[in-house]
């Protein structure tokens, strides 16, 4: 059974403290534009070309060696310049809507 604390009431009831008001009004998000965003039309196609581009570029390099007159002259830097239009052709598709 419970103690009852002087007045009737148990301990309980006289050790809940007070809830404080909230100061700051609650954040509600601005409204979203009615237009939707288009991506340009010459993204896709350039984000594409890239990407094919560096995946062609890397394969050739394994493929023949390094023995093509082209990659020859430019050596371990084949993979830098690959790589390059990879990373380009990812950095376009970030901006596809």
Known sequence: MRQRAPGGKTDQETTVPKSRVRSKAVYTPPPRSAKAQVSPRWLVPAMLG???IGLAWISLFYITGGTN???????SWNLVI???FIITGVALATKWR
Not at 69 to 75: C, K, L, R, S, V
């Open 69 to 75: 007159p082209a990659q020859t002259a430019i050596g």
């Open 50 to 52: 890239s990407l094919l």
């Open 82 to 84: 690959g790589f390059g």
